[in-house]
């Protein structure tokens, strides 16, 4: 086991995401020995069909090394959310403190 450090966290954003998206978890599997399997050696496809930006998105997220993993600075600036979340709502990305919705000025 290894200490938990804030990486976790995108992680689960990454599982979270992949669900949404695809409507499974990345991992699936009807045992929960065959479930840390594919967790441990990464077995998950990410569909071709998605777009580009949430493939993007899913492969630095759903990454096994902690180290490695997009930061969640970098996360909430990603192309994905910024094409098919803030740009289609009028929202601009947060800046300063994470969260906080703001209004684009018109």
């Not at 991992?27 to 967790?39: L, Y």
């Not at 902690?66 to 970098?74: A, C, K």
Request: charged fraction near 25%; aromatic fraction near 10%; charge should be positive.
């Amino acid at each position: 086991k290894k200490a938990y450090d804030p990486s976790a966290d995108v992680w689960c954003r990454g599982i979270f995401c992949y669900e949404m998206l695809v409507g499974q978890t990345p991992f699936c599997a009807k045992e929960p020995k065959e479930i840390m399997k594919r967790i441990t050696q990464m077995k998950f496809e990410i569909p071709a069909n998605l777009p580009v930006e949430a493939q993007d998105l899913l492969s630095n997220l759903i990454v096994f090394d902690g180290s490695r993993r997009m930061p969640l600075h970098r996360v909430l600036h990603h192309e994905f959310l910024t094409k098919f979340y803030y740009e289609p709502n009028g929202l601009e990305p947060p800046t300063g403190t994470l969260g906080g919705k703001r209004k684009r000025q018109e």
